[in-house]
Nanobody, 124 residues
């Protein structure tokens, strides 16, 4: 499974960005989970949001609720993260990840098996 993020960039506080994550075909499984994580310099990687492939249920970290929206386009194998009302605290490298076993109870790094290389988001 390959994951490739795009859409990062520099934006002023209060602005918006939409991240994309393109995946290779996932025909081997109908139930999987995709998530977005981020890592600020000197900090641990943290979960932002995740979405279940089967029922499209979503989960958000409290820090982004009401500002970020995760979605998927199955026909294109693309996952999105629409980010609005960005703050400097949102700055970091954003990674998409996949858990082939379905969404875990908690959005934790260790539960996701496949990772992209990340796209940088800088809010000033």
């Amino acid at each position: 499974v390959q994951l490739v993020e795009s859409g990062g960039g520099s934006v002023q506080a209060g602005g918006s960005l939409r991240l994309s994550c393109t995946t290779s075909a996932l025909t081997y499984s109908s139930t999987y989970c995709m998530g977005w994580f981020r890592q600020a310099p000197g900090k641990e990687r943290e979960g932002v949001a995740m979405i279940d492939s089967r029922i499209n249920s979503t989960y958000y970290d409290d820090s982004v609720k009401g500002r970020f929206a995760i979605s998927r386009d199955n026909s294109k194998n693309i996952m999105y993260l629409q980010m609005s009302d960005l703050t400097v605290e949102d700055t970091g490298m954003y990674f998409c990840a996949l858990d082939p076993g379905g969404c875990p109870t908690w959005l934790r790094v260790k539960d996701f098996d496949y990772w992209g290389r990340g796209t940088q988001v800088t809010v000033s």
